[in-house]
Every structure is written in structure tokens, then in C-alpha cells.
């Protein structure tokens, strides 16, 4: 979420887990608040760890945010370039890894669609959320059917995000 790492460019679990942007030590009303959750890297995760950071949700956009193609993000809002500088997202080991994936990225769209598709694709583990039950019940049911996982199953996911 924070730094365009996706799971599919890893190989292990653990990469990735839900993070309170608002955290919880000083927002605990918020711990369940579908709104206070996003998907990170242990990374961000661990760099962000207690601060505040603004709702990477609304504030790290195609509008907001642009990655060049030396792997350096520069951001368009005051928001956004908080957030940067917050999560150390302009350090050369995140450049680094960047500058890498666009790389790799660019060479599977021009000489193998597959493993492109596998890249950019989503994740072949998506949620039923309908399974699921949070505790003290879900506050969005009307979202289950938006899901990722629900619009796959109609065919109405796009190959590539």
C-alpha cells in the first residue's frame, strides 16, 4: 500500500499484513474501523510503527504521486510528500527496489504477457469475504459484493491493476 510492494514479488508469507494507519495505542476506538485498515509491508509497517501518517487511501493516488522511472517518488500534495518522507519512501534501498521492479516489470510486458499478467495481475488467494465474520460483525455488508474476490468470481475483474 505505502510503498507499491506487492505480494505477488515476494515468495513468503509474512510479507504483508492489515495496518492501522491511525494507530492503535492512541486511537484504539479504531482498531476495527474498516476505514483505519490497509494492506503493508511489514516494512512500512514497522517504519511508520506508532506515527501519524495521512490516509495513504487519499493521499497516494495516480493524481497525487508520481514514480519516475529511477524509482523516486514525487509527490504532487503536501499529504503525499508528508507521507513519503513519514515512511523513508524516497531512501535508495526503496529507489533501489523500485528502479529493480520497473525493470523486470517492463522486460515481462514486452517479452512474456504471462508472467506480465502474473506480476501486475492480483493475487490468486483472494478472500471470500462472505466466509468471513469480524468481530463485532461487519459494519460494511453491502461491501462483500464489491470485493475483489466477489467481482472475480462474476468475471468483472480486470486482468491487471
Given at each position: 500500500m505505502y510503498c507499491?510492494?506487492?505480494?505477488q514479488w ?8 492489515v495496518e492501522?494507519f ?6 484504539p476506538e ?10 503493508a ?5 514497522l517504519t511508520k510503527a506508532?506515527?501519524h501518517?495521512?490516509?495513504p ?12 522511472d529511477?524509482?523516486?517518488m ?10 513519503i ?5 524516497n531512501?535508495?534501498?526503496?529507489r533501489?527496489?523500485?528502479r ?5 516489470i517492463r522486460l515481462?510486458q514486452?517479452?512474456?504477457r504471462e ?5 501486475m495481475?492480483y493475487?490468486a488467494d483472494?478472500?471470500d469475504?462472505?466466509r468471513?465474520?469480524?468481530p463485532g460483525?461487519?459494519s460494511r455488508p453491502q461491501?462483500?459484493?464489491?470485493s475483489h474476490?466477489?467481482r472475480?468470481?462474476r ?7
Amino acid at each position: 500500500m505505502y510503498c507499491l510492494d506487492r505480494e505477488q514479488w515476494q515468495n513468503y508469507v509474512g510479507k504483508f499484513a492489515v495496518e492501522h494507519f491511525l494507530p492503535v495505542s492512541s486511537h484504539p476506538e479504531q482498531q476495527t474501523d474498516y476505514d483505519n485498515l490497509v494492506y503493508a509491508c511489514v516494512s512500512c509497517n514497522l517504519t511508520k510503527a506508532q506515527g501519524h501518517v495521512p490516509d495513504p487511501t487519499q493521499v497516494l493516488l495516480a493524481g497525487t504521486v508520481v514514480v519516475h522511472d529511477d524509482g523516486r517518488m514525487e509527490a504532487r500534495t503536501k499529504e503525499a510528500a508528508k507521507l513519503i518522507d513519514k515512511l523513508l519512501l524516497n531512501s535508495e534501498e526503496c529507489r533501489a527496489f523500485r528502479r529493480r521492479w520497473i525493470s523486470i516489470i517492463r522486460l515481462a510486458q514486452e517479452h512474456s504477457r504471462e508472467l506480465y499478467r502474473e506480476l501486475m495481475g492480483y493475487p490468486a488467494d483472494l478472500p471470500d469475504l462472505s466466509r468471513l465474520r469480524p468481530p463485532g460483525g461487519n459494519s460494511r455488508p453491502q461491501g462483500i459484493e464489491q470485493s475483489h474476490g466477489a467481482r472475480r468470481q462474476r468475471g468483472e475483474l480486470p486482468e491487471i491493476y
